[in-house]
């Protein structure tokens, strides 16, 4: 048993090894130094198939099944996880054991469909009177994490240089960029956001550089450092976009007085915590603005948001029955404007000479 005891400890150093280079960006070191600590950790656990010695045997095999599943080696990980319940482990450990096989089928589905899921994660907590312990009101958290989500994969856009698209996602190479939610977690409601994508196709930006590149232009809209902010979204419709769909995830100082993200960088925490800036508004284009006009603002029903002829125009009724035409800049419609139908909203925006109001800011009437 001494020669187990030494493959188990040489095998957890391999694995140690594995981290290091995981750390530094070095997929070729993580594989092999996985691989090795997988064929160590194997033996041991197989000296102990037919003993009945436990928590030894069923620790050995979760071990082995958890670095043959860092090794990709999802069906090896699922006969190694199946043999370890087949004895009679601690109910504690055949827990981790069903976990990790819930891990293996997840991770077998993403390869199947061609997707992989990037080590980088994306930390989102949200708290407030609407949040409890391990729950939240749906249609405060719900939006939120759907509206990350579009930032995620608008941010995957414009790094790939596509022309925004306001009817949807731009080439169907790209599109297959896809966001993994883990399950909540309690106190301040917690989620782990991760970026799946095809394999094969994370060389140019890895989804580690766009979830930088998102808690970047978060820092820089809370920091109120908009010409840095520009610098980073230069396109109007892009930058339009992300400043709309950020007053829809900042908190609203009541129901929601917290909205962070976090990530870990070479060890270290990288936090930021969303403001509240409904006092800004979109437009960058100053030449767009007709001179000497007083910003306006309207309060009604959006009637419907729909383009015509390349003209993106919504309809706003107001209490007094008054209909408002309002033209929405691109960047705003799909993401912004349209998921608002039917609801009371305030709008914000200049007269044009033709009595249609340029959109600037358009947020529920009771937000």
């Given amino acids: 048993m001494n020669e187990v005891l030494t493959w188990h400890r040489k095998a957890m150093d391999y694995a140690e090894e594995a981290f290091y280079h995981k750390l530094k960006g070095d997929p070729a070191k993580v594989k092999e130094f996985f691989l090795l600590a997988y064929e160590?950790?194997?033996?041991?656990?197989?000296?102990?198939?037919?003993?009945?010695?436990?928590?030894?045997?069923?620790?050995?095999?979760?071990?082995?099944?958890?670095l043959a599943y860092d090794c990709d080696k999802l069906r090896e990980a699922e006969r190694l996880v199946a043999i370890a319940l087949s004895g009679e482990p601690p109910d504690e450990i055949a827990e981790?054991?069903?976990?990790?096989?819930?891990?293996?089928?997840?991770?077998?589905?993403?390869?199947?469909?061609?997707?992989?899921?990037?080590?980088?994660?994306l930390q989102m907590s949200i708290s407030g009177e609407a949040v409890g312990y391990g729950m939240a009101k749906l249609g405060e958290f719900i939006p939120r994490i759907q509206n990350t989500e579009k930032i995620i994969n608008r941010t995957i856009d414009r790094k790939y240089n596509l022309p925004y698209r306001e009817g949807g996602r731009g080439k169907q190479s790209i599109r297959k960029n896809e966001c993994y939610m883990s399950v909540p977690k309690a106190a301040c409601l917690s989620v782990a956001i991760r970026i799946g994508s095809p394999i094969g196709q994370t060389d140019l930006f890895p989804p580690t550089d766009i979830i930088d590149e998102v808690i970047e232009c978060f820092e820089l809209f809370s920091d109120s450092n908009i010409k840095s902010l520009k610098e980073h979204i230069p396109d109007d419709a892009y930058f339009r976009n992300f400043v709309g769909l950020y007053k829809k995830i900042e908190p609203d100082g009541e129901n929601i007085k917290t909205v962070g993200f976090t990530v870990i960088r070479n060890g270290k925490e990288r936090a930021v915590s969303l403001k509240k800036r409904t006092d800004f508004i979109v437009a960058m284009d100053e030449k767009t603005i007709p001179s000497k006009q007083e910003l306006t603002t309207v309060t009604g029903q959006l009637l419907f948001a729909d383009s015509i002829k390349k003209q993106e125009i919504i309809k706003i009724k107001d209490e007094n029955g008054h209909l408002h035409k309002i033209k929405v800049p691109e960047g705003m419609m799909s993401d912004i404007v349209r998921p608002l139908w039917d609801n009371t909203v305030t709008v914000k925006g200049y007269y044009t000479d033709k009595g249609i109001i340029t959109l600037e800011d358009i947020q529920k009437a009771d937000e």
């Fill in 40 to 66: 160590l950790e194997l033996k041991a656990a197989e000296s102990y198939k037919d003993s009945t010695l436990e928590p030894t045997r069923s620790v050995l095999y979760r071990s082995a099944a958890t």
């Fill in 96 to 121: 981790e054991l069903r976990d990790l096989l819930e891990d293996i089928y997840f991770k077998r589905h993403l390869k199947i469909h061609d997707i992989e899921i990037d080590s980088s994660t």
